[in-house]
Nanobody, 115 residues
């Protein structure tokens, strides 16, 4: 089992920055990939960025160049630096860990970008 706890969400004006953190605990040795997803009201949950244990990163096109995912080893803590935030980035952001074909989710943290 893996437990994930996010922090760092909040309210920011358009053009501002926020940094999200996700701390993993439990069977972190089994984690292969960690990432961030988001879900806006009335929309499906979507991928924002993921990072593998080897350091490979994947970004959604809508955030490429603005967001940066980082982690020492994608097994215990992962960060999402969000710059040049836009109102359409408003959503609940969820941390995700893929561990031996099991998917784990955090409780989510709200990010609200005002125009």
């Amino acid at each position: 089992q893996v437990q994930l706890v996010e922090s760092g969400g909040g309210l920011v004006q358009a053009g501002g920055s926020l940094r999200l953190s996700c701390a993993a605990s439990g069977s972190t040795f089994s984690i292969n990939t960690m990432g961030w997803y988001r879900q806006a009201p009335g929309r499906q949950r979507e991928l924002v960025a993921v990072i593998t244990s080897s350091g490979r990163t994947i970004y959604a096109g809508s955030v490429k160049g603005r967001f940066t995912i980082s982690s020492l080893n994608a097994k215990d803590t992962v960060y999402l630096q969000m710059n040049s935030l836009m109102p359409e980035d408003t959503a609940v952001y969820y941390c995700n860990a893929d561990a031996n074909f099991n998917n784990y989710w955090g409780q989510g943290t709200q990010v609200t970008v005002s125009s």
